[in-house]
């Protein structure tokens, strides 16, 4: 069974410009999550989907983000436009509904940095 | 304000030997803790969890203890390998509309041949 996979590994980005990772959680896993993880900090959660619904964007630092499940399969998270602090390690983690829906699997991660 | 803690940033270890990596978490309303390993340019990988009502859950070399009292989770690894060493994170989570994770900011530990 593939794990959750996300693209791209790596993103080098300049101030102002946009930049959207994409998430592809593990097949039958309708709870899907985003974190981030910047330098020298503790992974943040940033917002939770069930399906293509948000169940909860508590986490997300401004307008500037945005997050997306169309379909309820793969998730994108786009940055516009970033900024300097936007730069982190952004992780995706999907989960099944029902038992043990806690146990939440991760990812490889997306290095993003803005110059 | 961290509501989730792990105070030792390093820990090392002799192959063989018991490794306890230890928790602290100030939010009462945790109804589970996890905790998860990671390799360096990998995401974190999933151990084991424990819920609230519980005080000790096994996985093979993995143990978790909780004590809700003082607030306070161990992860014990035993016998410990050199491929354990990676950065160790603990993990609460709570269900309010989602099981969001609050992370502790891990303890890397180092197992010596």
């Known amino acids: 069974e593939a794990g959750v996979t996300q693209f791209p590994s790596h993103s080098v980005i300049e101030k102002g410009q946009t930049v959207t990772l994409r998430c592809d959680p593990i097949s039958g896993h309708d709870n899907l999550y985003w974190y981030r993880r910047v330098m020298g900090k503790e992974i943040k959660f940033l917002l939770h989907f069930v399906k293509e619904s948000k169940q909860d964007e508590s986490g997300m630092p401004n307008n500037r983000f945005l997050a997306e499940r169309t379909g309820g399969t793969y998730s994108t998270l786009k940055v516009q436009p970033a900024e300097l602090e936007d730069s982190g390690v952004y992780f995706c983690?999907?989960?099944?509904?029902?038992?043990?829906?806690?146990?939440?699997?991760f990812g490889p991660g997306t290095r993003l940095t803005v110059l | 304000d961290q509501q989730v803690k792990q105070n030792s940033p390093s820990l090392s270890v002799q192959e063989g030997r018991i490794s306890i990596l230890n928790c602290d978490y100030t939010n009462s309303m945790f109804d589970y803790f996890l905790w998860y390993k990671k390799y360096p340019a990998e995401g974190p990988t999933f151990l084991i969890s424990i819920s609230s009502i519980k005080d000790k859950n096994e996985d093979g070399r993995f143990t978790v203890f909780l004590n809700k009292s003082a607030k306070h989770l161990s992860l014990h690894i035993v016998p410990s390998q050199p491929g354990d060493s990676a950065v160790y994170f603990c993990?609460?989570?709570?269900?309010?509309?989602?099981?969001?994770?609050?992370f502790g900011k891990g303890t890397k530990l180092s197992v010596i041949p």
């Open positions: 983690a999907s989960s099944q509904v029902g038992r043990r829906e806690y146990e939440q699997f």
């Open positions: 993990a609460a989570s709570r269900w309010a509309g989602s099981y969001q994770l609050t």
